[in-house]
Every structure is written in C-alpha cells, then in structure tokens.
T-cell receptor, first 114, second 119 residues
C-alpha cells in the first residue's frame, strides 16, 4: 500500500540558512512524487515533481528535491531560507496500484526566523 | 484564465443531512480529484475522475459519492452527515501528460475549497 511519512511536523530555521524537509514514501508501483506548499488562507501550489526522469528535481522559488529509490526518500531542500517560505509543505505520492490514488503526507510546518 | 472554482465557499449543515459540493476545473482539464482536509492534517484523497469515469477511490465510506459531467465539472455528495465530516473539501484539476495520456503524473491545480461545518 502507498504511504507517505513526513519526518518532521515542524521545522524552524533562520533567514538565510538552509532548509531540509524530509519525506519517505512507500509505493508498490513506480510512483510520481510531488511537493506542494500551502500558505495561510491560500490554495495548494506545486513546488516540484518527480516522474522517473532526472533524480534531482528543481522547482520554483529555489527549492529542489532528490529522489533516492534505495532510501525511498524524496527530501526537499533550499540553500537559503526567505521569510516568504514560511508555510505548510506536503510531500505527495501518486500511483495506479488498485486504481489512481494520490496520498498526501501529514505536512511539515516551516517557520523562518528573522 | 479562471482557476479551479468551487462552490459554495462555506456551508453549515446539521447531522444526518446531505450536502452537494461543486467544482469547475480549469478549461481543458479533463481530470478532477476530491480531497478532504481536516484542520491540522494533510488532504485525504477521496475520488479521482478522468473523462467522466471514476479512476480512483480513497478509503471513505459509501456515504461519499461523486460524478463528473460532460463539461468535466464535478459534484461531491455526502449523505447522512456526521460531525466528523466537518472539514475543508478541496477539488483539483489536471491535464494528462502529452503523449502518455496519464493524468497521474501531472500538476494538480487546487481550488480554494469548501469549508463544511456539521453541527
């Protein structure tokens, strides 16, 4: 069965320092993996996606993620945090096992300190 | 271009009642998905429709049903409402990958959601 585990419910960084949001997944099929961001009172927005092409995926706003099949991980990183990055981040897996399914992780709240 | 639109934005219902939520996808998008997001949690997948057929279903009781119309808009119906059905209901639309026709590997565009409160 598919599952997504976001290893940290909250992450706090200082502005200008690196960001690491961790995600592990389980899927019995070749999955598609995504990161979405949800700012307060705003809709979900795609940051980046992995669909079996390059394992290092670059997204919007300087974010990137690396797909590591051996570790079943898809961690999200950014070299330098900005105040505007403060939001809820969701790791997502989609596959076709037993029909189309899209599974969201529980989310990681990112706090950015000045 | 208009994004994904959902109606109504807010709704209050009584336990045992039935509710219908509506979603209009982005023009040209043929796939619509529904999610339930309880406060403080990630969205939970309910249904995916593609070309007016149900292609995926999450772990929700039969009280939840949906359909997609010829114009690709969609409705989510919930019968016999429970207090636990109170949540933000999100609709997302997507367009299949060029060449593969696969709606699973493409970006989903989310609406602002319908906030359902069951009292």
């Amino acid at each position: 069965a598919q599952s997504v585990t976001q290893l940290d419910s909250h992450v706090s960084v200082s502005e200008g320092t690196p960001v690491l949001l961790r995600c592990n997944y389980s899927s019995s099929y070749s999955p598609s993996l995504f990161w979405y961001v949800q700012h307060p009172n705003k809709g979900l927005q795609l940051l980046l996606k992995y669909t079996s092409a390059a394992t290092l995926v670059k997204g919007i706003n300087g974010f990137e993620a690396e797909f590591k099949k051996s570790e079943t991980s898809f961690h999200l990183t950014k070299p330098s945090a900005h105040m505007s990055d403060a939001a809820e981040y969701f790791c997502v897996v989609s596959d076709r096992t037993g029909g189309f399914k899209t599974i969201f992780g529980a989310g990681t709240r990112l706090f950015v300190k000045a | 271009d208009a994004g994904v639109t959902q109606s109504p934005t807010h709704l209050i219902k009584t336990r045992g009642q039935q509710v219908t939520l509506r979603c209009s996808p982005i023009s040209g998008h043929k796939s619509v998905s529904w999610y339930q997001q309880v406060l403080g949690q990630g969205p939970q997948f309910i249904f995916q429709y593609y070309e007016k057929e149900e292609r995926g279903r999450g772990n929700f009781p039969d009280r939840f049903s949906a359909r997609q119309f010829p114009n690709y808009s969609s409705e989510l119906n919930v019968n016999a409402l429970l207090l636990g059905d109170s949540a933000l209901y999100l609709c997302a639309s997507s367009s299949p990958s060029p060449g593969t026709g696969d709606p699973m590997n493409t970006e989903a565009f989310f609406g602002q959601g319908t906030r359902l409160t069951v009292v």
